[in-house]
């Protein structure tokens, strides 16, 4: 008995070490397989820290509409050209001009001074400055407001100090600033978009990449098979656990290489911020990558063609970063995408990853998607198990429909033989 064990045991060895191969060699005879999941991890991050790698914008045009044409006005138009994030391109006589400079892309926003500005300043009133800006890209319009800002406060300084008569540059001090204060921004230290998204992208990258790549293949193995078998029908696939661990073997080699310069070497090329533990890193990219493969794997099922695992991963590449509550915050999302959020791995993997490399965590510190990945990869590991406990029954079944089919045609020719014989 223990001699038959130990045999069951080499021979799952044998198959799961024989389907390892030939995934392996699947993978790389299919060029579509190696640009999705070969050529995009590793240049894809690359194009894409470049293009984000300034963080902030800088020097965004505005358009001025000076209907004051005061000494306030301009000093104000001169300390906002003065600012690093704007500079003022042209000049319009109304909004109506201003909004079409706006509409052709001539500058970003627009400034407007109305005719009492100076006079409601000098009468100790509040004056108004209006800002219109292009809403179509969020840095933009950010880099505008704070600029304005800030040089709005600027100048009240400069009006209270003039106004106050003090004696001393401590009482102007105590006057425009009772309680000092530091801004030191936490976490994105830089305030910049990179820093922002970069992490996130990373992360989605590896999953998304991942089901590509398992989904062609799939695809491969339908079209070639003129039944559209996804499981070759021979002796080394006998057994669903080796088919399963066969196949994610080859997945985890390739993606083990891929995760760690996704997540360690792109951030730190860039100067990206990164200051995860490496043990900590791995732990949870460990039951990552497996629930991304088995999650690739279940879906495999639907893959009939190849271009529908193209269409699918393009479709669903965005929703999935939103409902990760990194681009959107996770509580403004409804219910009841937040319990789709959970059915997806990278929903947890990129909440996980963003707290251990950007805000410094431990494995502790994000128990919980630890814990939701490992389950889900308990549960798309036994989805997969009987998605293909399926494709091998329906497998056997067109073989033995086929195996019927050659005899009554062998049957048939033979019938005819004897009968041109008589």
């Excluded at 358009?63 to 500079?87: G, L």
């Excluded at 100048?155 to 105590?174: F, H, P, Y």
């Excluded at 995760?259 to 995860?276: A, N």
Aim: a negative charge.
């Amino acid at each position: 008995m223990a001699n038959g064990l130990i045999q069951t045991i080499r021979e799952g060895i044998h198959d799961m070490c024989y389907i390892w191969r030939e995934e392996m060699k699947a993978f790389i005879k299919d060029e579509g397989v190696i640009i999705f999941c070969f050529v995009v991890p590793i240049f894809y991050p690359l194009l894409y820290s470049w293009a984000y790698n300034n963080e902030v914008v800088r020097e965004v045009t505005v358009t001025v509409i000076d209907q004051s044409h005061s000494h306030m006005s301009r000093d104000f138009i001169r300390k906002i050209d003065a600012s690093p994030e704007v500079r003022v391109a042209a000049y319009s006589n109304s909004i109506e001009e201003a909004r079409d400079q706006i509409a052709s892309q001539e500058v970003h926003g627009a400034i407007y001074f109305p005719p009492n500005f100076e006079t409601q300043l000098m009468r100790m009133q509040p004056a108004t400055v209006s800002l219109y800006c292009d809403m179509s890209l969020m840095l933009t319009y950010k880099a505008i407001y704070q600029s304005a800002m800030s040089v709005s406060q600027q100048m009240n300084k400069e009006i209270q100090v003039r106004l106050s008569g003090n004696a001393t540059a401590r009482e102007d001090e105590i006057l425009t600033q009772p309680l000092e204060f530091e801004e030191v921004p936490i976490f994105n230290t830089t305030g910049g978009y990179g820093n922002s998204i970069l992490p996130a992208v990373l992360v989605l990258i590896i999953q998304q990449t991942l089901l590509l790549g398992i989904g062609l293949a799939a695809g491969t193995a339908r079209e070639r098979n003129a039944f559209g078998d996804l499981v070759p029908v021979s002796r080394h696939y006998n057994g669903i656990f080796r088919i399963v661990f066969g196949k994610s073997m080859c997945y985890v080699m390739i993606y083990a290489v891929l995760g760690t310069y996704l997540t360690l070497v792109v951030p730190r090329l860039f100067g990206f911020t990164s200051i995860v533990h490496r043990s900590d890193l791995f732990g949870l990219m460990v039951p990552y990558i497996l629930a991304c493969i088995f999650f690739g794997m279940m879906l495999s099922c639907l893959t009939r063609y190849r271009e529908n695992v193209m269409l699918l991963v393009v479709f669903t590449s965005v929703p999935f970063l939103f409902l990760s509550g990194v681009s959107w915050p996770q509580s403004a999302i409804p219910s009841v995408w937040q319990g789709i959020g959970y059915l997806i791995p990278s929903t947890f993997g990129i909440r996980g990853f963003v707290r251990l490399s950007t805000m410094g965590g431990t494995l502790a510190d994000v128990q919980s998607e630890y814990q939701m990945l490992w389950l889900q990869v308990a549960v798309y590991f036994l989805a997969t198990c009987l998605v293909y406990r399926f494709q091998i029954i329906n497998a056997r079944k067109n073989a033995i429909e086929r195996m019927k089919e050659d005899s009554m045609e062998a049957g048939g020719k033979e019938q005819g033989a004897g009968d041109m014989s008589i």
